[in-house]
């Protein structure tokens, strides 16, 4: 998102929990722990950019769950996305249900209310516990999907949809652990049609509830070509930028605009050209990893995310981000895990072993 801000011209400051190697050299580019001294946290990220001196303020992940804080960061700035009310609303677990009929498969999955990522959901059976701040919802069989879309005046114009990779060993993951999205050609599979009148009729009855602002995000299972909605991520997401990459539009840029002046752009999805599929991956350590020199990576177009050389990873957190492409959504995917093979090579060589 700070990059893709940077290259639509604006002056950026990030604060995240990385600031990765990689990142646009426009950028002033802050890791919390590193650069401010703590633990990230959405309250250390609120302390430490009333320090920053800004116009207009944007935010990802986890904020969509921390009305509050979004409330401070937006203090004296205008407010690039949704607003802590509509976060209230649409964050609200009904919100997705009344979106669709949900038909239940006889499974149950307990999840958290503030999750992001797939964090903390787990299996659930009748009379089991609910932990606090969770709830139960039914687990639909099917594919996970999503479909991104930017939002204005209760209308939308959609930008990408596509498939998930969720809790795959090959990229290191586990569980319902996001770890990845490929991007639909749908100019060029008449089967995603379908799926995208589908995901966009889910869209748009939320739309009309919410009166969500800027890029936004519904994940689905698809089932029979239907999208069945199970999650609502009202900011930023993961996915965005293959659809800047693949598409060439600066997804900031329709973010801004939408937020500032409230204008959608003319952008057709039906009419994107692609030759190719595009897909991303994150790689998570399988052990604990200090990174060698990682800065042979920079000039790697299959890499971002780039940790900086002797920077310690925990087994089970993320690494950095692989891309791939090709022909179909399957080449795309085999490219993927050949590129995160090639990885993982590099990742053993730096793990050292107690003899």
Known sequence: MAESAALAGYA?????????????????????????????SVDAVVRAAERIDADAVAYLSPFENHPEA????????????NSASVLRQVREPGVVSRAARVSNSGRWLVKPRASGGGHGIEWWSPGDPVPPGSHVEPF?????????????????????????L??????????????????????????????????????RRVVADVDLVGVNCIDFVARDGVAIPIEVNPRWSASMELVERTHGVSVFGLHSTACATG??????????????????????????VTCGDTTG?????????????????????PVCTIFAAG?????CYDGLVARANRMYETLESWVSVPV
């Open 12 to 40: 950026v400051s990030s604060l995240d929990a990385f600031g990765d190697l990689d990142q646009h050299p426009a950028v002033r580019a802050m890791s919390v722990p590193r650069d401010v001294g703590v633990p990230f």
């Open 70 to 81: 979004v409330e401070h960061l937006a203090r004296g700035r205008a407010l690039w996305g």
């Open 140 to 164: 639909i069989d099917g594919e996970p999907g999503s479909i991104v879309f930017v939002a204005a005046g209760r209308d939308l114009v959609p930008l990408g949809l596509t498939s998930q």
């Open 166 to 203: 969720v809790g795959d060993a090959s990229f290191g993951a586990t569980g319902f652990r996001y770890c990845g999205s490929i991007l639909h050609n749908t100019s060029k599979a008449p089967d995603s049609s379908p799926l995208l009148d589908s995901a966009l009729q889910v869209a």
């Open 263 to 288: 204008e959608l752009p003319p952008f057709d999805l039906t009419r994107a050209k692609s030759n190719t599929v595009a897909g991303k991956a994150i790689v998570f350590a399988r052990h604990d």
């Open 297 to 317: 990576w920079l000039g790697d177009r299959s890499v971002r995310d780039v940790p900086h050389p002797g920077e310690q990873i925990p087994a089970g957190r």
């Open 327 to 331: 022909a179909n959504p399957d080449a």
